[in-house]
């Protein structure tokens, strides 16, 4: 029985050796370095935002007295200008005699409406019709929307609290709509509102944009996104951000040895311009030059077998040497 015991704790030994070997060579192989140019191209420094397409003066327009929309004349998309007569509608006394001189026969309900005249609802403000929320032959009351119209579509950006100190009026915006994604549009920050509102704990500003060109596409309530530029530079002399480390403070990128099989060489360099993808190079290096990204390169592996120091389950049976030993 001891000789068994000897030589199962041999053979333990020597598998968790060679389990730890494989495990040893299956850890990623030495860092290799991935050569880039530097090259010359624009670069933008921006801030983030979603927001929403809206009206920047929302208006809805309202009949004056209770009664029955007779004839509408513009319809949603439609430009009016103020004191346009956009609907016709009779209170509900005109209404009543109408619908008896009706009974009567044409020529009594021409001169009834002749004498009793329609009542005109006017557009309050040059814009565009966002909404016809009423029917023709509708009874509506004072208080019922008959249209809704804009003076002109904005968009309104939610900014986070940790960046809105980047952001100032005259701002130039890119906007990118969720319905249009190949299509991008420009505008300028015009109003930064004073009160934020906590969204899942973050404090967010709205941000007011005017659009340079507003798009025949636009709608009301469109899921906008947009980048605030903060800075931008053409011709800027540009590496990858994975090629850019910050040692005790100092931006350094590696460059290849300037002799054969000898030791790549870390450069200080002055930064400018960054973004997710890029940093701008100030001095340092130059346009054409070398610089390596250290990369990790993986092996193909295996799935590790289990460790034989893993507890194997018990199969009740004893080990076919361990009875003779007892005998």
């Given at each position: 029985?001891?000789?068994?015991?000897?030589i199962l704790t041999g053979l333990v030994?020597?598998?968790?050796?060679?389990?730890?070997?494989?495990?040893?060579?299956?850890?990623?192989?030495?860092?290799?370095?991935?050569?880039?140019?530097?090259?010359?191209?624009?670069?933008?420094?921006?801030?983030?935002?979603?927001?929403?397409?809206?009206?920047?003066?929302?208006?809805?327009?309202?009949?004056?007295?209770?009664?029955?929309?007779?004839?509408?004349?513009?319809?949603?998309?439609?430009?009016?200008?103020?004191?346009?007569?956009?609907?016709?509608?009779?209170?509900?006394?005109?209404?009543?005699?109408?619908?008896?001189?009706?009974?009567?026969?044409?020529?009594?309900?021409?001169?009834?409406?002749?004498?009793?005249?329609?009542?005109?609802?006017?557009?309050?403000?040059?814009?565009?019709?966002?909404?016809?929320?009423?029917?023709?032959?509708?009874?509506?009351?004072?208080?019922?929307v008959v249209y809704a119209m804009s003076?002109?579509?904005?968009?309104?950006?939610?900014?986070?609290?940790?960046?809105?100190?980047?952001?100032?009026?005259?701002?130039?915006?890119?906007?990118?709509?969720?319905?249009?994604?190949?299509?991008?549009?420009?505008?300028?920050?015009?109003?930064?509102?004073?009160?934020?509102?906590?969204?899942?704990?973050?404090?967010?500003?709205?941000?007011?944009?005017?659009?340079?060109?507003?798009?025949?596409?636009?709608?009301?309530?469109?899921?906008?996104?947009?980048?605030?530029?903060?800075?931008?530079?053409?011709?800027?002399?540009?590496?990858?951000?994975?090629?850019?480390?910050?040692?005790?403070?100092?931006?350094?990128?590696?460059?290849?040895?300037?002799?054969?099989?000898?030791?790549?060489?870390?450069?200080?360099?002055?930064?400018?311009?960054?973004?997710?993808?890029?940093?701008?190079?100030v001095s340092g290096v130059s346009a054409?030059?070398?610089?390596?990204?250290?990369?990790?390169?993986?092996?193909?592996?295996?799935?590790?077998?289990?460790?034989?120091?893993?507890?194997?389950?018990?199969?009740?049976?004893?080990?076919?040497?361990?009875?003779?030993?007892?005998?």
């Open positions: 029985m001891k000789n068994t015991v000897i030994v020597l598998g968790a050796g060679g389990w730890a070997v494989k495990a040893k060579l299956s850890k990623p192989a030495r860092t290799e370095a991935l050569a880039v140019k530097v090259t010359q191209a624009s670069i933008e420094e921006t801030v983030e935002a979603t927001g929403a397409v809206l009206p920047k003066d929302r208006v809805e327009v309202k009949p004056t007295v209770s009664g029955r929309i007779e004839k509408l004349l513009v319809d949603e998309g439609s430009k009016v200008v103020p004191g346009q007569i956009i609907a016709w509608m009779s209170s509900t006394d005109r209404a009543a005699i109408l619908d008896g001189a009706r009974a009567q026969g044409p020529e009594a309900l021409k001169k009834w409406e002749d004498t009793y005249k329609a009542t005109p609802i006017i557009a309050p403000l040059p814009g565009l019709i966002i909404l016809r929320n009423v029917v023709e032959g509708q009874t509506v009351g004072s208080n019922d003076d002109v579509l904005i968009v309104v950006a939610q900014v986070d609290e940790s960046d809105i100190g980047k952001i100032h009026l005259g701002m130039p915006v890119r906007i990118t709509l969720d319905s249009y994604p190949d299509k991008h549009d420009m505008g300028k920050v015009f109003d930064i509102l004073y009160e934020g509102k906590n969204v899942s704990n973050v404090i967010q500003y709205g941000v007011k944009i005017k659009v340079d060109n507003v798009p025949s596409f636009f709608r009301s309530q469109m899921t906008a996104n947009m980048s605030f530029i903060v800075r931008k530079k053409d011709d800027a002399l540009l590496v990858p951000a994975a090629a850019v480390r910050d040692k005790d403070g100092v931006k350094q990128v590696l460059t290849p040895s300037p002799e054969q099989g000898g030791k790549d060489v870390w450069v200080d360099v002055k930064t400018g311009i960054e973004n997710d993808t890029s940093v701008e190079i054409g030059d070398t610089v390596l990204i250290r990369q990790a390169k993986y092996t193909p592996q295996q799935a590790l077998a289990s460790s034989p120091l893993t507890a194997a389950p018990s199969s009740g049976k004893v080990p076919s040497g361990g009875g003779k030993g007892n005998r």
